[in-house]
Protein backbone atom coordinates (compact mmCIF):
# COMPACT_ATOMS: atom_id res chain seq x y z
CA UNK A 1 0.00 0.00 0.00
CA UNK A 2 2.63 2.34 0.81
CA UNK A 3 4.65 1.62 -2.65
CA UNK A 4 1.45 2.52 -4.59
CA UNK A 5 0.99 5.76 -2.53
CA UNK A 6 4.62 6.84 -2.61
CA UNK A 7 4.55 6.13 -6.83
CA UNK A 8 0.51 7.97 -6.37
CA UNK A 9 2.65 11.35 -5.00
CA UNK A 10 5.25 10.55 -7.17
CA UNK A 11 3.28 11.12 -10.01
CA UNK A 12 1.67 14.10 -8.85
CA UNK A 13 5.12 15.72 -7.74
CA UNK A 14 6.30 15.30 -11.08
CA UNK A 15 3.06 16.74 -12.77
CA UNK A 16 3.05 20.20 -11.43
CA UNK A 17 6.93 20.35 -12.68
CA UNK A 18 5.56 19.20 -16.19
CA UNK A 19 8.10 21.31 -18.23
CA UNK A 20 11.20 20.91 -15.94
CA UNK A 21 10.30 17.06 -15.93
CA UNK A 22 10.12 16.73 -19.71
CA UNK A 23 13.36 18.55 -20.71
CA UNK A 24 14.96 15.82 -18.04
CA UNK A 25 13.38 12.80 -19.76
CA UNK A 26 14.46 14.20 -23.04
CA UNK A 27 17.65 14.89 -22.30
CA UNK A 28 17.73 10.60 -21.21
CA UNK A 29 15.95 9.32 -23.68
CA UNK A 30 18.62 11.48 -26.55
CA UNK A 31 21.51 9.91 -24.19
CA UNK A 32 19.94 6.61 -24.05
CA UNK A 33 19.24 6.54 -27.57
CA UNK A 34 23.22 7.06 -28.57
CA UNK A 35 23.80 4.80 -26.44
CA UNK A 36 21.79 1.65 -27.33
CA UNK A 37 22.58 3.11 -30.99
CA UNK A 38 26.09 3.42 -30.87
CA UNK A 39 25.83 -0.37 -29.41
CA UNK A 40 23.37 -1.38 -32.30
CA UNK A 41 25.99 -0.49 -35.23
CA UNK A 42 28.95 -1.86 -33.36
CA UNK A 43 27.10 -5.35 -33.23
CA UNK A 44 25.15 -5.07 -36.74
CA UNK A 45 28.25 -4.10 -38.00
CA UNK A 46 30.12 -6.95 -37.12
CA UNK A 47 27.01 -8.87 -37.82
CA UNK A 48 26.89 -7.40 -41.89
CA UNK A 49 31.05 -8.08 -41.67
CA UNK A 50 31.10 -11.58 -40.92
CA UNK A 51 28.01 -12.28 -43.14
CA UNK A 52 29.90 -11.34 -46.19
CA UNK A 53 31.25 -14.12 -46.91
CA UNK A 54 30.84 -17.79 -46.10
CA UNK A 55 31.46 -21.34 -47.24
CA UNK A 56 34.97 -19.93 -47.83
CA UNK A 57 37.91 -21.49 -46.97
CA UNK A 58 40.94 -20.16 -48.23
CA UNK A 59 41.90 -16.48 -49.76
CA UNK A 60 44.58 -16.35 -51.67
CA UNK A 61 46.57 -12.98 -53.41
CA UNK A 62 49.57 -11.54 -53.60
CA UNK A 63 52.05 -11.36 -50.53
CA UNK A 64 50.64 -9.08 -48.50
CA UNK A 65 49.04 -8.25 -44.45
CA UNK A 66 46.17 -10.71 -44.19
CA UNK A 67 43.86 -7.60 -43.21
CA UNK A 68 44.34 -5.92 -46.41
CA UNK A 69 43.94 -9.20 -48.34
CA UNK A 70 40.76 -9.39 -46.84
CA UNK A 71 39.71 -5.94 -47.13
CA UNK A 72 40.43 -5.92 -51.13
CA UNK A 73 39.14 -8.98 -51.79
CA UNK A 74 35.79 -9.35 -49.92
CA UNK A 75 34.65 -5.63 -48.96
CA UNK A 76 36.48 -4.13 -51.97
CA UNK A 77 38.33 -1.67 -49.94
CA UNK A 78 41.79 -0.69 -50.63
CA UNK A 79 44.46 -1.99 -53.67
CA UNK A 80 45.81 -5.39 -54.18
CA UNK A 81 49.99 -4.48 -53.67
CA UNK A 82 50.52 -6.76 -56.71
CA UNK A 83 48.56 -9.02 -59.48
CA UNK A 84 48.67 -13.17 -59.70
CA UNK A 85 49.77 -14.46 -63.03
CA UNK A 86 47.21 -16.92 -64.67
CA UNK A 87 49.38 -19.16 -64.47
CA UNK A 88 49.64 -19.23 -61.11
CA UNK A 89 45.92 -19.41 -60.18
CA UNK A 90 45.35 -22.29 -62.93
CA UNK A 91 48.09 -24.75 -60.94
CA UNK A 92 46.44 -23.87 -57.60
CA UNK A 93 43.05 -24.15 -58.58
CA UNK A 94 43.59 -27.64 -60.44
CA UNK A 95 45.26 -29.26 -57.27
CA UNK A 96 43.02 -32.26 -56.10
CA UNK A 97 42.30 -30.57 -52.78
CA UNK A 98 40.48 -27.59 -53.82
CA UNK A 99 36.69 -28.36 -55.02
CA UNK A 100 36.14 -25.13 -56.45
CA UNK A 101 37.57 -21.32 -56.45
CA UNK A 102 36.40 -17.91 -57.33
CA UNK A 103 38.95 -15.83 -59.49
CA UNK A 104 38.40 -11.86 -58.91
CA UNK A 105 39.83 -8.78 -60.69
CA UNK A 106 39.75 -5.18 -59.88
CA UNK A 107 40.99 -1.92 -60.60
CA UNK A 108 38.38 -0.46 -62.46
CA UNK A 109 34.86 1.15 -60.99
CA UNK A 110 31.74 3.12 -62.39
CA UNK A 111 30.37 6.02 -60.92
CA UNK A 112 32.23 5.23 -57.56
CA UNK A 113 31.27 1.60 -57.51
CA UNK A 114 34.27 -0.71 -57.58
CA UNK A 115 33.78 -3.11 -60.94
CA UNK A 116 35.23 -6.80 -60.25
CA UNK A 117 36.25 -9.30 -63.15
CA UNK A 118 35.27 -12.74 -62.04
CA UNK A 119 33.79 -16.21 -63.85
CA UNK A 120 30.30 -18.25 -63.45
CA UNK A 121 31.84 -19.92 -60.60
CA UNK A 122 31.03 -16.39 -58.66
CA UNK A 123 27.00 -17.18 -58.78
CA UNK A 124 27.54 -21.13 -58.30
CA UNK A 125 29.72 -21.28 -55.64
CA UNK A 126 29.66 -17.93 -53.94
CA UNK A 127 27.79 -17.70 -50.10
CA UNK A 128 27.01 -15.56 -47.87
CA UNK A 129 25.44 -15.06 -44.02
CA UNK A 130 25.47 -18.68 -43.80
CA UNK A 131 24.50 -20.85 -46.94
CA UNK A 132 22.67 -18.27 -48.69
CA UNK A 133 23.69 -18.20 -52.63
CA UNK A 134 23.37 -14.67 -54.85
CA UNK A 135 20.00 -14.50 -56.61
CA UNK A 136 19.24 -12.93 -59.70
CA UNK A 137 15.83 -10.80 -59.19
CA UNK A 138 16.09 -9.22 -62.97
CA UNK A 139 17.82 -10.83 -65.87
CA UNK A 140 20.42 -13.05 -66.13
CA UNK A 141 24.10 -14.24 -65.37
CA UNK A 142 26.77 -12.65 -67.88
CA UNK A 143 27.18 -14.86 -70.63
CA UNK A 144 28.92 -12.44 -73.74
CA UNK A 145 31.96 -10.83 -73.14
CA UNK A 146 30.03 -7.38 -73.16
CA UNK A 147 27.18 -8.15 -70.56
CA UNK A 148 27.27 -6.58 -66.93
CA UNK A 149 25.43 -7.70 -63.63
CA UNK A 150 24.92 -5.04 -61.11
CA UNK A 151 24.61 -4.97 -57.26
CA UNK A 152 21.27 -3.94 -56.19
CA UNK A 153 22.52 -0.86 -54.98
CA UNK A 154 24.06 0.25 -57.56
CA UNK A 155 21.07 -0.23 -60.18
CA UNK A 156 19.12 1.36 -57.46
CA UNK A 157 21.30 4.49 -56.62
CA UNK A 158 21.85 4.75 -60.49
CA UNK A 159 18.54 3.74 -61.79
CA UNK A 160 19.63 1.39 -64.35
CA UNK A 161 17.65 -1.08 -65.80
CA UNK A 162 18.12 -4.52 -67.86
CA UNK A 163 19.46 -3.36 -71.70
CA UNK A 164 20.31 -0.13 -70.21
CA UNK A 165 24.25 0.58 -71.52
CA UNK A 166 27.46 1.63 -69.62
CA UNK A 167 30.62 2.83 -69.38
CA UNK A 168 33.33 1.47 -67.13
CA UNK A 169 36.59 3.68 -65.76
CA UNK A 170 39.74 2.72 -65.20
CA UNK A 171 41.06 3.65 -61.59
CA UNK A 172 38.66 4.05 -58.78
CA UNK A 173 37.11 7.23 -57.74
CA UNK A 174 33.59 8.99 -58.74
CA UNK A 175 35.39 9.49 -62.11
CA UNK A 176 38.02 7.19 -62.68
CA UNK A 177 41.30 7.44 -64.75
CA UNK A 178 40.54 7.59 -68.21
CA UNK A 179 36.65 6.00 -69.31
CA UNK A 180 36.72 2.65 -71.46
CA UNK A 181 34.14 4.64 -73.84
CA UNK A 182 34.67 2.61 -76.80
CA UNK A 183 33.84 -0.73 -75.06
CA UNK A 184 30.04 -0.09 -73.86
CA UNK A 185 28.42 -3.18 -71.15
CA UNK A 186 24.98 -3.63 -71.79
CA UNK A 187 23.42 -4.49 -68.11
CA UNK A 188 21.74 -8.53 -68.38
CA UNK A 189 21.48 -9.15 -64.94
CA UNK A 190 20.62 -7.49 -61.53
CA UNK A 191 21.18 -9.48 -58.55
CA UNK A 192 18.69 -9.31 -55.43
CA UNK A 193 19.69 -7.26 -52.52
CA UNK A 194 22.32 -9.12 -49.97
CA UNK A 195 23.41 -6.37 -47.49
CA UNK A 196 27.25 -6.81 -48.14
CA UNK A 197 29.51 -5.15 -50.87
CA UNK A 198 27.66 -7.40 -53.50
CA UNK A 199 25.30 -4.84 -53.33
CA UNK A 200 27.50 -2.37 -54.63
CA UNK A 201 29.83 -4.05 -56.67
CA UNK A 202 29.65 -4.23 -60.85
CA UNK A 203 30.31 -7.79 -61.98
CA UNK A 204 31.36 -8.51 -65.64
CA UNK A 205 33.28 -11.44 -66.70
CA UNK A 206 37.10 -12.06 -66.83
CA UNK A 207 37.10 -12.03 -70.44
CA UNK A 208 35.31 -8.63 -70.25
CA UNK A 209 37.70 -7.37 -67.62
CA UNK A 210 40.49 -8.18 -70.40
CA UNK A 211 38.75 -7.07 -73.56
CA UNK A 212 38.32 -3.20 -72.20
CA UNK A 213 42.53 -3.63 -71.55
CA UNK A 214 43.84 -4.74 -75.15
CA UNK A 215 44.89 -1.85 -75.76
CA UNK A 216 46.59 -0.83 -72.50
CA UNK A 217 50.36 -2.09 -71.25
CA UNK A 218 51.82 -0.91 -67.73
CA UNK A 219 48.86 0.81 -66.69
CA UNK A 220 48.55 2.94 -69.51
CA UNK A 221 46.40 3.31 -73.03
CA UNK A 222 49.26 2.37 -75.94
CA UNK A 223 47.81 4.71 -79.15
CA UNK A 224 47.22 2.31 -82.32
CA UNK A 225 46.43 -0.65 -80.11
CA UNK A 226 42.60 -0.49 -79.85
CA UNK A 227 39.96 -3.11 -81.59
CA UNK A 228 36.77 -2.62 -82.29
CA UNK A 229 33.61 -4.13 -80.42
CA UNK A 230 33.39 -6.90 -83.22
CA UNK A 231 36.84 -7.64 -83.53
CA UNK A 232 37.33 -7.90 -79.65
CA UNK A 233 34.34 -10.48 -79.34
CA UNK A 234 36.30 -12.88 -82.37
CA UNK A 235 39.25 -12.64 -80.00
CA UNK A 236 40.57 -15.42 -77.95
CA UNK A 237 40.33 -13.68 -74.26
CA UNK A 238 42.15 -15.08 -71.79
CA UNK A 239 43.40 -13.06 -68.65
CA UNK A 240 47.15 -12.32 -68.22
CA UNK A 241 46.08 -11.85 -64.25
CA UNK A 242 43.60 -11.52 -61.48
CA UNK A 243 43.74 -9.95 -57.89
CA UNK A 244 42.94 -13.33 -55.92
CA UNK A 245 40.51 -15.79 -55.94
CA UNK A 246 38.63 -17.40 -53.39
CA UNK A 247 39.14 -21.70 -52.40
CA UNK A 248 36.53 -24.02 -51.39
CA UNK A 249 38.82 -27.11 -50.53
CA UNK A 250 37.21 -30.89 -50.64
CA UNK A 251 37.52 -31.17 -46.99
CA UNK A 252 38.69 -28.45 -44.11
CA UNK A 253 41.10 -30.78 -42.40
CA UNK A 254 43.55 -30.27 -45.53
CA UNK A 255 43.08 -25.81 -45.08
CA UNK A 256 46.50 -25.82 -43.35
CA UNK A 257 48.69 -27.39 -45.35
CA UNK A 258 47.18 -25.53 -48.37
CA UNK A 259 47.96 -22.56 -46.47
CA UNK A 260 51.37 -23.25 -46.10
CA UNK A 261 51.89 -24.78 -49.55
CA UNK A 262 50.42 -21.10 -50.80
CA UNK A 263 52.65 -19.21 -49.05
CA UNK A 264 55.61 -21.21 -49.59
CA UNK A 265 55.09 -21.47 -53.12
CA UNK A 266 58.19 -20.55 -55.36
CA UNK A 267 56.45 -19.04 -58.31
CA UNK A 268 55.87 -16.38 -56.65
CA UNK A 269 55.25 -14.52 -53.94
CA UNK A 270 51.80 -15.49 -52.55
CA UNK A 271 49.67 -15.31 -48.93
CA UNK A 272 46.86 -17.58 -47.88
CA UNK A 273 44.44 -16.35 -45.04
CA UNK A 274 40.96 -17.48 -43.40
CA UNK A 275 38.61 -15.48 -43.52
CA UNK A 276 37.32 -16.00 -40.14
CA UNK A 277 41.09 -15.06 -38.16
CA UNK A 278 41.59 -12.49 -40.57
CA UNK A 279 38.25 -11.03 -39.68
CA UNK A 280 39.10 -11.37 -36.06
CA UNK A 281 42.02 -9.49 -36.69
CA UNK A 282 40.31 -6.54 -38.56
CA UNK A 283 37.93 -6.52 -34.74
CA UNK A 284 41.10 -6.70 -32.79
CA UNK A 285 42.45 -3.81 -34.77
CA UNK A 286 39.03 -2.10 -34.25
CA UNK A 287 38.89 -2.36 -30.73
CA UNK A 288 40.24 0.95 -29.49
CA UNK A 289 37.77 2.88 -31.87
CA UNK A 290 34.85 0.80 -30.89
CA UNK A 291 35.91 1.17 -27.12
CA UNK A 292 36.22 4.92 -27.50
CA UNK A 293 32.56 5.13 -29.07
CA UNK A 294 31.08 3.29 -26.28
CA UNK A 295 32.96 5.73 -23.95
CA UNK A 296 31.47 8.84 -25.37
CA UNK A 297 28.00 7.02 -25.26
CA UNK A 298 28.39 6.49 -21.52
CA UNK A 299 29.48 9.98 -20.45
CA UNK A 300 26.53 11.19 -22.22
CA UNK A 301 23.94 9.43 -20.28
CA UNK A 302 26.31 9.97 -17.61
CA UNK A 303 25.62 13.71 -18.31
CA UNK A 304 21.45 12.99 -18.65
CA UNK A 305 21.36 11.76 -15.38
CA UNK A 306 23.73 14.52 -13.73
CA UNK A 307 21.35 16.77 -15.14
CA UNK A 308 18.44 14.89 -13.70
CA UNK A 309 20.01 15.22 -10.51
CA UNK A 310 20.73 18.85 -10.72
CA UNK A 311 16.89 19.11 -11.48
CA UNK A 312 15.81 17.28 -8.21
CA UNK A 313 18.20 18.96 -6.08
CA UNK A 314 17.35 22.41 -7.01
CA UNK A 315 13.62 22.17 -6.83
CA UNK A 316 13.80 21.01 -2.90
CA UNK A 317 13.92 24.28 -1.83
CA UNK A 318 11.37 25.35 -3.71
CA UNK A 319 9.38 21.75 -2.11
CA UNK A 320 10.63 22.14 1.45
CA UNK A 321 6.88 22.96 2.31
CA UNK A 322 5.61 20.10 0.21
CA UNK A 323 8.00 18.04 2.34
CA UNK A 324 7.01 19.59 5.83
CA UNK A 325 3.56 18.71 4.86
CA UNK A 326 3.94 15.55 4.26
CA UNK A 327 6.03 14.70 7.67
CA UNK A 328 3.05 16.65 9.22
CA UNK A 329 0.72 14.26 7.99
CA UNK A 330 2.74 10.82 9.31
CA UNK A 331 5.48 10.52 6.39
CA UNK A 332 7.96 9.20 7.79
CA UNK A 333 12.13 9.96 6.36
CA UNK A 334 12.23 6.62 4.94
CA UNK A 335 8.83 8.10 2.67
CA UNK A 336 10.63 11.17 1.60
CA UNK A 337 13.60 9.31 0.70
CA UNK A 338 11.52 6.31 -1.62
CA UNK A 339 9.82 9.76 -2.87
CA UNK A 340 12.79 11.42 -4.06
CA UNK A 341 14.21 7.76 -5.51
CA UNK A 342 10.96 6.70 -6.84
CA UNK A 343 10.99 10.34 -9.40
CA UNK A 344 14.40 9.36 -10.14
CA UNK A 345 13.57 5.69 -11.01
CA UNK A 346 10.39 6.89 -13.45
CA UNK A 347 12.83 9.92 -15.18
CA UNK A 348 14.86 7.44 -15.88
CA UNK A 349 13.26 4.45 -17.20
CA UNK A 350 10.63 6.59 -19.04
CA UNK A 351 13.18 8.76 -20.66
CA UNK A 352 15.07 4.75 -21.46
CA UNK A 353 12.02 3.94 -22.75
CA UNK A 354 11.05 6.71 -24.93
CA UNK A 355 14.86 6.75 -26.14
CA UNK A 356 14.55 3.10 -27.17
CA UNK A 357 11.41 4.05 -29.17
CA UNK A 358 12.87 6.98 -30.80
CA UNK A 359 16.22 4.99 -31.88
CA UNK A 360 13.77 2.06 -33.40
CA UNK A 361 11.82 4.10 -34.71
CA UNK A 362 14.38 6.47 -36.83
CA UNK A 363 15.81 3.16 -37.77
CA UNK A 364 12.31 1.89 -38.91
CA UNK A 365 12.09 4.97 -41.19
CA UNK A 366 16.21 5.16 -42.11
CA UNK A 367 17.12 1.81 -42.84
CA UNK A 368 16.93 1.56 -46.16
CA UNK A 369 18.87 5.09 -46.75
CA UNK A 370 21.58 3.74 -44.10
CA UNK A 371 22.15 0.14 -46.15
CA UNK A 372 22.00 2.34 -49.39
CA UNK A 373 24.56 5.08 -48.34
CA UNK A 374 26.44 3.08 -45.37
CA UNK A 375 26.03 -0.26 -46.73
CA UNK A 376 25.16 -1.34 -43.11
CA UNK A 377 21.64 -3.22 -42.86
CA UNK A 378 20.18 -2.30 -39.07
CA UNK A 379 17.62 -5.30 -38.59
CA UNK A 380 14.60 -3.57 -36.32
CA UNK A 381 13.18 -6.74 -34.18
CA UNK A 382 12.65 -7.15 -30.26
CA UNK A 383 15.59 -5.66 -28.41
CA UNK A 384 18.75 -7.73 -27.91
CA UNK A 385 19.27 -9.32 -24.53
CA UNK A 386 22.71 -7.06 -24.56
CA UNK A 387 20.27 -3.75 -25.16
CA UNK A 388 17.76 -4.44 -22.60
CA UNK A 389 20.87 -5.24 -20.11
CA UNK A 390 22.23 -2.09 -20.74
CA UNK A 391 18.50 -0.70 -20.21
CA UNK A 392 18.63 -2.10 -17.10
CA UNK A 393 21.95 -0.93 -16.00
CA UNK A 394 20.76 2.75 -17.14
CA UNK A 395 17.47 2.32 -14.86
CA UNK A 396 19.91 0.84 -11.65
CA UNK A 397 21.93 4.09 -12.20
CA UNK A 398 19.03 6.41 -12.55
CA UNK A 399 17.72 4.98 -8.92
CA UNK A 400 21.14 4.98 -7.58
CA UNK A 401 21.35 8.95 -8.76
CA UNK A 402 17.93 9.61 -7.02
CA UNK A 403 19.61 8.64 -3.71
CA UNK A 404 21.63 12.09 -3.66
CA UNK A 405 18.61 14.46 -3.54
CA UNK A 406 16.61 11.81 -1.87
CA UNK A 407 19.38 11.62 1.25
CA UNK A 408 19.59 15.30 1.29
CA UNK A 409 15.42 15.36 1.52
CA UNK A 410 15.64 12.68 4.20
CA UNK A 411 18.31 14.39 6.51
CA UNK A 412 15.54 17.64 6.27
CA UNK A 413 13.41 18.23 9.11
CA UNK A 414 9.87 19.01 10.07
CA UNK A 415 10.52 22.32 11.45
CA UNK A 416 13.22 23.08 8.78
CA UNK A 417 10.53 23.16 6.50
CA UNK A 418 8.48 25.13 8.32
CA UNK A 419 10.60 28.08 8.60
CA UNK A 420 9.47 30.96 6.89
CA UNK A 421 12.50 32.18 4.52
CA UNK A 422 12.90 35.77 3.76
Do not use: C
Not at 264 to 269: A, K, L, Q, T, V
Amino acid sequence: MMVFSVLSLAFKSLKNRRLTVLLTIFSIAVSVALLIGVEKVRTEARASFANTVSGTDVIVGARSGSVQLLLYSVFRIGNATANISWRTYRALAERSDVAWTIPLSLGDSHKGYRVLGTSDAYFDHYRYAGKNALKISQGKPFEAVFDVVLGAEVAGALGYELGESIVLAHGLGREGISNHKDYPFTVVGILSRTGTPVDRTVHISLEGMEAIHVDWRGGARIPGMAKTVDEIQQMKLRPKSITAFLVGLKSRVGAFAFQRSVNEFRREPLSAIFPGVALQELWDLMGAAEGALTVVSVFVVVSGLLGMITMLLSSLNERRREMAILRSVGAGPIHILGLLVTEAAVLTILGALIGLAVLYGGLAVSQTAISEHFGLYLQVGIPSIREVKILSLVAIAGVIAGLIPGYRAYRRSLADGMIVRT
